[in-house]
């Protein structure tokens, strides 16, 4: 057995940048001392989301990698000895913007980063409008405790990023994610949109025989055009097993969640239900095209 003691930071965001960061390390340091080894933060835990609007003056909040952020996490990381997942609004060049997962190793260096693959662009939540598709594939981050194939949030839907990372050699797959209610949908609705999250991923976990972490907001963040009532971030982020099975879930409250992860369950799993043998690889061509008609 190999325990990976891994917490999840599911917090609320406010408009100030810095009051976030320190929220953030504060609860780095609660979760080392608490014997963490590995702690993942939300998509886009610096600042509120954003993407409820189209302002160009939220480009202002974007940073170049490395830069500011990076050494700050980046020293939090060190302080308490940890692995640290962090989501980033990043500025490569002007004009070029990404939202992208860094992840800090133990001494602070930047153990790689993911640029997220899946941009959506749907009511309260513009996202085309602030970031460029990432370009750097769907590649796993070797780090000392595991290979972490790390993508985020609205990636979590698709079943080719996690098959990618595990044929790369991913050993969890981590999704840092903003997701939350519409207030115009029933409560039926919004439970049925919060299972078929959990869902989805609890799939990604058995298909690819790998556990699945994904670490959500919480809180309700107003819009700023007053367009809508704003988003209700769900919360319920949660750690699950190889075969889905819930290892540690959130409600939508702030909250720190511990969990331990066993990382050599999934040689069992796979021996019992051996997916990645059975695939007919010679098949999969088509799945390259965007539409078959």
Request: aromatic share 10%.
């Amino acid at each position: 057995m190999r325990l990976l003691k891994t917490a999840l930071v599911q917090t609320h965001c406010t408009a100030n940048p810095s009051d976030n960061r320190q929220r953030m390390a504060a609860y780095v340091r609660e979760a080392a001392a608490a014997g963490a080894k590995l702690v993942v933060l939300q998509e886009l835990h610096n600042t509120p989301y954003f993407c409820q609007v189209e302002d160009t003056d939220n480009f202002d909040y974007a940073e170049p990698i490395p830069g500011p952020s990076t050494e700050f996490y980046g020293g939090v990381a060190r302080e308490c000895a940890v692995v640290l997942v962090t989501s980033l609004f990043e500025k490569r060049a002007p004009g070029l913007y990404h939202n992208t997962a860094v992840v800090f190793e133990t001494d602070g260096s930047i153990a790689g980063t993911y640029r997220k693959m899946h941009i959506p662009d749907d009511p309260a939540y513009y996202e085309k409008f602030y970031f460029t598709p990432g370009d750097d594939d769907f590649l796993p981050i070797k780090t000392s405790v595991g290979v972490l194939g790390v993508q985020v949030c609205w990636d979590q839907w698709y079943p080719e990023g996690a098959r990618l990372m595990a044929l790369r050699g991913a050993e969890l797959l981590i999704y840092p994610t903003a997701i939350g209610y519409a207030a115009s949908d029933t409560p039926e609705e919004q439970q049925r949109q919060l299972r078929a999250w959990q869902l989805v991923q609890r799939g990604h976990a058995v298909a690819n025989g790998l556990p699945v972490i994904a670490v959500n907001r919480v809180g309700h963040e107003p819009d700023p055009s007053a367009a809508t009532p704003g988003i209700q971030f769900w919360g319920h982020s949660f750690v699950c097993g190889p075969q889905g099975e819930f290892l540690a879930e959130g409600d939508e409250s702030d909250r720190l969640l511990l969990v331990d992860i066993d990382l050599t369950r999934s040689e069992q799993v796979r021996r019992w239900w051996p997916f990645l043998r059975d695939r007919r690889i010679e098949c999969f061509s088509p799945l390259a095209a965007r539409y078959l008609d």
